[in-house]
């Protein structure tokens, strides 16, 4: 497509679900970011992804957070057993990795609230 | 660690030029660059400037990096209503995560 794509633009969930955000990258892009923006803590780096491989999860906040990518293109972020501080903005952002500095351009986010 | 910092908010009248600031502490960033964000939408990148450069000049937006001080700041010329909105400096250096400083919120006010 045209741009990133993410899915659903909101959810609304009990306490204790599991959810699960999907993100679309831009065609070819084979770097894949997510980012979480909250009140309190603003934008935050969660996990980057270059082709299906992740080398970089140092932003997830705790092993209830989990990502994957297949195919090189369609990720899935997933929260299990999700606490109201889980409730923020999460942001998907994709690159070209032709050579560092690639910008990453970013989708509308899913905003996820936790009852 | 890598720390971003920019001032909440910038008030300015229609038309006039608009100069929104970031300090940043990583001095191995490479590029820094600057995204636009406006209510329930994502980041829209503006532009971007790689750190041997000291300006970079895109239609109504100058960008200017001073490396020694690690200032980087944006000037937009002839602010217009649609231009309100919070901005967003970033730095990526080490990784290829991107650092974002807190957002300015930008007012034009006719």
């Known amino acids: 497509g045209a741009g990133v794509s993410q899915s659903p633009s909101n959810k609304v969930t009990e306490k204790g679900k599991d959810v699960e955000l999907r993100c679309d990258p831009i065609?070819?892009?084979?770097?894949l970011y997510w980012y979480r923006q909250s009140l309190g803590q603003g934008l935050e780096f969660l996990i980057y992804?270059?082709?299906?491989?992740?080398?970089?999860k140092s932003g997830l906040p705790s092993d209830r957070f989990s990502a994957e990518r297949t195919g090189g293109s369609v990720s899935t972020l997933t929260i299990q057993r999700t606490q109201q501080e889980d409730s923020a903005v999460y942001l998907c952002?994709?690159?070209?990795?032709?050579?560092?500095?690639?910008?990453?351009?970013f989708g509308d986010g899913t905003r996820l609230s936790i009852l | 660690g890598e720390d971003v910092e920019q001032s909440l908010f910038l008030s300015v009248r229609e038309g006039d030029s608009s100069v929104i600031n970031c300090t940043y502490t990583d001095s191995s960033s490479t590029y820094l660059y600057w995204y636009k964000q406006e209510p329930g939408a994502g980041l829209q990148l503006l532009t971007y400037?790689?750190?041997?450069?000291d300006m970079k000049q895109d239609q109504r937006l100058t960008v200017l990096l001073n490396k020694k001080d690690k200032h980087l700041s944006l000037r937009i010329a002839d602010t217009q209503t649609g231009d309100s909105a919070i901005y967003f400096c970033?730095?990526?250096?080490?990784?290829?995560?991107?650092?974002f400083g807190t957002g300015t919120q930008l007012k034009v006010e006719l």
């Open positions: 970033a730095e990526g250096g080490g990784g290829n995560k991107l650092t």
């Open positions: 992804f270059q082709g299906n491989s992740a080398p970089d």
């Open positions: 400037i790689f750190s041997n450069m």
């Open positions: 065609s070819g892009h084979t770097a």
């Open positions: 952002a994709s690159s070209s990795w032709t050579s560092r500095g690639q910008p990453q351009h």
